[in-house]
């Protein structure tokens, strides 16, 4: 079946602009993850759903970043006056449940939305 | 805070040789999981461990999740180019997932 599909797969924006990012999960995973990956280094969680609610947004690193959940299924996420140290690759993943119960219910990932801010 | 201290950052070994790379933390964890990362690609989940003390094999790949629930190791033995790549653990948070820093893993033929 599908997996998760993220686009874009690379962008290039100039310092300033706002750039919107978007997840299409599993279908049916009620869960969906925002992670961030500098080069080389592990992942940074940002935010995550419980279907259209984000009970947890303490990830995100600033008031410009943002992000929603629609129609448990499709999600963005906004970058405003993107600065250079918001390069990195953006992964997102979805799952049939909500960590903790992570034995029944793995992290499915995306292949990320590589961003580089000039 | 959970955190996840992974060593060593880097390895680079000749194939056919073994290693081990560590995965520990102050905070017990319910379960740890293994993801490996390809380049260009998201992480893809080799095993999760639940149990103090498991062992798990996935063919040269060994994992286990120690006594105390603290801290996990994967052994590869016999390495191959094929094994390279960026090799995560990961622990249940607050509804979400911890990860370790990584360990990067260039297997040279």
């Known amino acids: 079946g599908a997996g998760v599909s993220q686009s874009p797969s690379n962008k290039v924006t100039e310092k300033g602009k706002d750039v919107e990012l978007r997840c299409d999960p599993i279908?049916?995973?009620?869960?969906l993850y925002w992670y961030r990956q500098r080069l080389g280094q592990g992942l940074e969680f940002l935010i995550y759903?419980?279907?259209?609610?984000?009970?947890?947004k303490s990830g995100l690193p600033s008031d410009r970043f943002s992000a929603e959940r629609t129609g448990e299924s499709v999600s963005t996420l906004t970058i405003q006056r993107t600065q250079q140290e918001d390069s990195a690759v953006y992964l997102c993943a979805s799952s049939s449940n909500l960590v903790p119960r992570i034995s029944n219910s793995p992290l499915h990932f995306g292949n990320g939305t590589r961003l580089t801010v000039t | 805070t959970q955190l996840l201290e992974q060593s060593p950052q880097f390895l680079s070994i000749q194939e056919g040789e073994n290693l081990t790379v560590y995965c520990n933390s102050s905070?017990?964890?319910?379960?740890l999981q293994w993801y490996r990362q390809e380049p260009g690609e998201g992480p893809v989940l080799l095993v999760t461990v639940v149990t103090g003390g498991e062992v798990k094999k996935l063919k040269r790949l060994t994992f286990q999740f120690g006594d105390a629930r603290k801290d996990s190791s994967l052994h590869i033995t016999a390495a191959q180019p094929g094994d390279t790549g960026l090799y995560l653990c990961?622990?249940?948070?607050?509804?979400?997932?911890?990860f370790g820093q990584g360990t990067e893993l260039s297997v040279k033929p």
């Open positions: 279908s049916g995973h009620t869960a």
């Open positions: 990961a622990g249940p948070g607050r509804g979400k997932l911890i």
């Open positions: 905070s017990v964890f319910s379960s």
């Open positions: 759903f419980q279907g259209n609610s984000a009970p947890d």
